[in-house]
Nanobody, 115 residues
Framework: QVQLVESGGGLVQAGGSLRLSCTTSGTIFRSSTMGWYRQAPGKQRELVATITSGGSTNYADSVKGRFTISRDNAKNTVYLQMNSLKPEDTAVYYC?????????WGQGTQVTVSS
């Protein structure tokens, strides 16, 4: 079973920053587009950002200019740097690894932004 291990969530005031990390096995990481998704209470899970194995990135409009996704291939880790956080960013954030039809999810990490 593929494991994606997330860390870095927490409580922060509006305007603050957090960095999420997600680590998985090298075999999975090297071949996967890695992504971050989030799910707020009562809402559907939504895309936050993705990064391909080649480093191409994609962001939801709501986070463009504030969040940055990156990957460290030597550490098999993907990061999500979140700046200028807003209360509406409060959600459980999930790491995702996608390679062809294979999709794997992390357990989620809570991010809470207080106003």
């Amino acid at each position: 079973q593929v494991q994606l291990v997330e860390s870095g969530g927490g409580l922060v005031q509006a305007g603050g920053s957090l960095r999420l990390s997600c680590t998985t096995s090298g075999t999975i990481f090297r071949s996967s587009t890695m992504g971050w998704y989030r799910q707020a209470p009562g809402k559907q899970r939504e895309l936050v950002a993705t990064i391909t194995s080649g480093g191409s990135t994609n962001y939801a409009d709501s986070v463009k200019g504030r969040f940055t996704i990156s990957r460290d291939n030597a550490k098999n880790t993907v990061y999500l740097q979140m700046n200028s956080l807003k209360p509406e960013d409060t959600a459980v954030y999930y790491c995702n690894a996608r390679s062809g039809f294979n999709v794997n999810w992390g357990q989620g990490t809570q991010v809470t932004v207080s106003s």
